[in-house]
């Protein structure tokens, strides 16, 4: 029913190596690891990564508990805890975003000790999972992420518990949806001509034709993956861009009109009789 989040920097390669970011997730219940990842700092992508393993592995649950960290809170949120109890909204950061999609319930701890399970599983991993990586030779961030599913398996085998009921509280994924397209950094953009978005300096437009109409400057949400493809999220579809050059603006240039003559006045010095001048 919980999941608890968090990030641990560590010398977990020990002199071998720099030091790096563990980012996990454990269950609240039985105290499995469900998911984790190496990164070199705390990033969105880390825990992003680390919830697409535990989703795809076991499911989607009903409530996340994490730190006040700006990457799990917009720093426009100034709730109170009786404000959030009671359903008030507020900015969500990108993280906020995909987890609200997904339905689960974030709940933002205060203080270190509220999250107790996960900290003691730093503890663990800073005396265990460190002399596993020594013994089998582990001297980059790759090769810790690639023999890191193996030792969470051990580590969860030792340490996690049945839990008291067996019927599990995990949702399925909801059938067509893609965890690439849920985990991303969503922005709002205008569509200018020739259905157009300015993006990141760049300008992109639709990578195929659509069935939807859009007019322009009506704004779009866009969705940037993990893997850098960029796309606008509407009515639940993708609709995927590619980069395109910026259109020319066509100017109308009117001809120059020939002037109408215009004909001298009756008293205009045109009209007079030329007299010549006398020989002095």
């Known amino acids: ?17 720099p030091e790096l970011m563990l980012h996990g ?8 690891v469900v998911g984790a990842v190496f990164r070199p700092t705390e990033t969105r992508e880390g825990y992003f990564t680390a919830m697409k ?17 700006t990457i799990f809170r917009s720093p426009k949120e100034t709730l109170s805890i009786e404000q959030e109890l009671a359903g008030k909204t507020v900015p969500l950061s990108q993280f906020g975003k995909a987890i609200a999609e997904l339905g689960i319930t974030h709940i933002k701890a ?24 020594r013994l089998l030779g582990v001297n980059s961030m790759d090769e810790a992420n690639r023999v890191l599913p193996k030792l969470i398996q051990k580590h969860n ?38 259905q157009t978005i300015s993006y990141g300096g760049k300008v992109y437009t639709f990578a195929k034709n659509t069935a939807f109409s859009f007019s322009v400057k009506q704004v779009v949400e866009v969705r940037k993956t993990m893997q850098g493809d960029l796309m606008v999220w ?8 590619r980069e ?37």
């Open 25 to 32: 997730i454990i269950d609240d219940a039985t105290g499995m």
């Open 53 to 69: 393993q535990a989703i795809t592995h076991y499911g989607i649950p009903l409530g996340l508990y994490s730190d006040r960290h």
């Open 110 to 133: 205060r203080s270190p000790q509220a999250k107790g399970r996960i900290e003691r599983l730093w503890g663990t991993f800073q005396d265990r999972l460190v002399i596993e990586l």
């Open 234 to 241: 509407h009515q639940g579809q993708a609709l995927f861009l």
């Open 244 to 280: 395109t050059q910026k259109p020319q603006r066509q100017t109308k240039t009117k001809a120059a009109s020939p002037a109408s003559p215009r004909k001298p006045a009756a008293n205009h010095p045109w009209r007079q009789p030329w007299i010549p001048k006398k020989q002095v």
């Open 157 to 194: 085998d030792r340490f996690a518990i049945k839990p008291k009921q067996a019927e599990s509280a995990y949702r399925s994924l909801p059938e067509g949806m893609n965890l690439d397209h849920v985990f991303t950094v969503r922005d709002y953009r205008r569509l200018g001509p020739g």
């Open 1 to 17: 029913m919980l999941w608890q989040i968090d990030a641990s920097p560590y010398a977990w390669l020990e002199e071998r190596g």
